[in-house]
């Protein structure tokens, strides 16, 4: 079946500092779409960004993730982490035959002054 | 626009009791997923509805837990008997039938205490 591996439990890293949060998938499904969840502290699950294209870069918040299908990969990027970026990510795998999401355990990120 | 809306907040139960939560989508959509939230195991599905079908039933949880949709604007979980190990926040969510691309929207869910 689909899987979604988030290999760190949690990542720290220092304001101002780059952050990298990774994720791979396996599946046997050709046309997929790939998510970013986010949720912070008491609040619900909300989207940060999604794709569904090899190899095309898609942005939001500051935040950038890239589908490469021939590393099975969709790590989430940021150039600089802010305070208000502690939170709670999930990785997620949707594919053409279903509405269904596979999700990964998660990375919670934790930013420090 | 209302998003999806959970009721109760907060639930406390004694080993044994039956419990049911409850979730109204988001007007419109037509999928409806329930899943567990625990810090071991993340997000975990218990139920997914098209259009008032039951499409999935979560595998491994289908013996206690029972999700229902009375109407497209409603559904319910319940799980019956409880025990200590189902202690978790369960979160509601739903989706447009758009297919594959379609993002979940999620409640703020129910935490649940069984002790």
């Known amino acids: 079946g689909d899987s979604v591996t988030q290999t760190e439990g949690l990542v720290t890293v220092t304001e101002g500092l780059p952050v990298k949060l990774n994720c791979t998938y396996q599946?046997?499904?050709?046309?997929?779409?790939f998510f970013w969840y986010v949720q912070y502290l008491n609040e619900a699950p909300q989207v940060l960004l999604k794709?569904?294209?090899?190899?095309k870069r898609t942005e939001h918040q500051g935040f950038h993730a890239t589908l490469h299908k021939s590393s099975s990969s969709f790590h989430l990027q940021k150039s600089s982490a802010q305070l208000s970026d502690s939170a709670l990510y999930y990785c997620?795998?949707?594919?053409?035959?279903?509405?269904?999401?596979?999700f990964g355990t998660g990375t919670r990120l934790q930013v420090l002054p | 626009d209302a998003g999806v809306t959970q009721t109760p907040r907060h639930e406390v139960a004694e080993k044994g009791q039956t419990i049911i939560l409850k979730c109204e989508p988001v007007?419109?959509?037509?999928?409806l997923f329930w899943y567990r939230q625990t810090k071991i195991q993340g997000l975990e599905l218990l139920s997914y509805?098209?259009?008032?079908?039951?499409?999935?039933d979560g595998g491994a949880f289908k013996d206690r837990f029972k999700a229902e949709m009375l109407n497209s604007s409603f559904s319910t979980l319940k799980i019956q008997p409880t025990e200590p190990k189902d202690s978790a926040v369960y979160l509601c969510?739903?989706?447009?039938?758009?297919?594959?691309?379609?993002?979940?929207?999620f409640g703020p869910g129910t935490r649940l205490t069984v002790l």
């Open positions: 599946t046997t499904y050709l046309t997929i779409a």
């Open positions: 794709s569904s294209t090899d190899n």
């Open positions: 509805f098209r259009s008032k079908s039951l499409m999935e």
């Open positions: 997620a795998l949707s594919h053409s035959n279903t509405n269904k999401v596979v």
């Open positions: 969510a739903s989706s447009w039938d758009w297919g594959y691309y379609a993002e979940q929207f």
């Open positions: 007007s419109g959509h037509n999928d």
